[in-house]
């Protein structure tokens, strides 16, 4: 017999609720109860009950039609009621200041870049030599086994993720494990204590971590069979992550050469405080447009899931095109909040710039404070990236401005606690270690290219031979985390819409539903309010 019991911790809603953020409805209390397969239910059998596994082995969950007229439903739609298809624009304000520091940053690299052209016009053409023996047809070869294998890894380890979730989970989470031991063991070997030391701690934090956290492996397999499932029935999600992961490569580029024509411009010369401001500036902007990039990417793919987390099994069914559909709103309705929370990201990420620039111009107290304020700073934006996630899924599901997606993650953040942390830790850790497994192999391939595939490349030129290699790890890297990114997005995405409404999953994908109830089954309850 399987026994289901309730939180003891799990309170019902209160009769008289507080003002609910924009784009909330108040939600039905499922009461808890104690209940044993195959045994009368003895509470109130009218009521439908989502707390434990209704009594006999026929499990009928409700449909849109009986479902109770409780205000959760729309019935022009027959999608939930918090679910906004036609949200407003928001947090304007953000976007506004996102275009003007996009067109000021313009502005600077059109003189910052001319002055490189006249650099180049002038004969400084040092380093040709080195750029055609780097792009020439080895180089490119080299650049382009890595993109292929990266492409071929990722596919064959999003087949086998979804094949056997749950192996991945250990066999992932042992070899980071293991990965952190064995650098700590070369490092303390090498006598360089400060990195051994800090190797060895979290190596045995992960140890901690997966003694502490095996319980939840049941729960975090299911999350992430059905999302490797989901994201193979949208393969368009993947361009949309290749298209951002583009684009963010043209725009590191662009902004390299801007800053490096900011540099001829005022190095040596008397405005060295010039310099520096119009340094922070360019990567302030830097900071703040890559963050937009992402996020809209991350917004985008969150949005297909919603859709078919709340439409898949409902009287509409799925839309036909909801990537498209998902990246209109991400760019037009949503577009306003993204800028608003990559805005406090990049503000973090620019004071830890001005930090380092201290802490590399400074000696003794002066290097130490901007080393503690970097450390500091770092952990803040761990913490508000972390948000930010969660927060951009409540923008994609409910076209929330972020202020109230903020306050709603938080709101889950605390009715979930260390499960929200748990359910990404391990998820995460499982593509993190995939990608730097499948990169490590991408990179080796190469190298063994370079050394038998062209050996008078290798003798000649066996400064670059190196550093293809490593633009061949990161090509690769970037590609696994690529389809990591839409499982990651997916993933977080899924975890916000059962926590604010398990009822839409009940009625729509009754089999999940139930798998995720055997393995977490507090979840089913929803978030207090």
Known sequence: MVEYHALPDRAPYPPNQPPMPYGAQPQPYYQPQQQYYGQPNQQQPQQQYY?????????????????????????????????????????LWALFLFLIQLAAFVVLSY?????????????????????????????????????????????????????????????????????????????????????????????????????????????????????????KSYP???????????????????????????????YGTDNMVLLRVLTVVCYFSFFFTSQVITNIVHVTISGVFATYYYMAGSPQGMTSSPTIASLKRACTTSLGSICFGSLIIAIIQTLRTIANMFRGDSDGIMAFVACLIDCLLACIQGIAEFINKYAFCEVAIYGKAFIPAAKD????????????????????????????????LTGAACYVYLRFGDPAYFAAHTEFVWVLVVLAFLLSIQMIFTVGTVIDSGVATTFVALAEDPAALARTKPELFRKIQETYPEVVQGVSY
């Open 51 to 91: 707390g434990a596994p209704p009594p006999g082995p026929a499990y009928v969950p409700p449909t849109y039609e009986s479902a109770p007229n409780n205000g959760t439903i729309n019935p022009e739609t027959g999608l939930p009621a918090k679910f906004n298809p036609k949200p407003k624009y928001n947090d």
């Open 236 to 266: 368009a999600t993947f361009v949309v992550s290749l298209a951002g992961l583009f684009v963010q490569l043209v725009y590191s580029i662009y902004f390299a050469v801007t800053l490096a024509g900011v540099y001829q411009m005022y």
């Open 111 to 231: 003189f910052a870049i001319s002055k490189v052209l006249q650099s180049r016009k002038g004969g400084s053409s040092g380093g040709i030599g080195g750029l055609d023996a780097l792009f020439g047809k080895t180089g490119l070869v080299t650049m382009a086994i890595g993109l292929i294998l990266g492409a071929v890894i990722s596919v064959l380890y999003l087949l086998l993720t979804q094949a056997f979730p749950r192996q991945v989970i250990k066999v992932t989470f042992a070899f980071s494990i293991l990965l952190y031991l064995g650098f700590a063991a070369y490092f303390l070997y090498r006598r360089w204590w400060i990195p051994g030391v800090i190797t060895l701690i979290c190596g045995l934090l992960y140890a901690w971590m997966w003694w502490a956290w095996k319980s939840r492996i049941p729960f975090a397999t299911v999350m992430l069979a059905t999302i490797t499932t989901v994201s």
């Open 409 to 440: 993650t938080w709101r889950i953040i605390k009715d979930r606690g260390i499960e929200m942390i748990i359910n990404d830790n391990l998820i995460g850790t499982v593509w993190s270690m995939g990608a730097l497994l499948g990169s490590i």
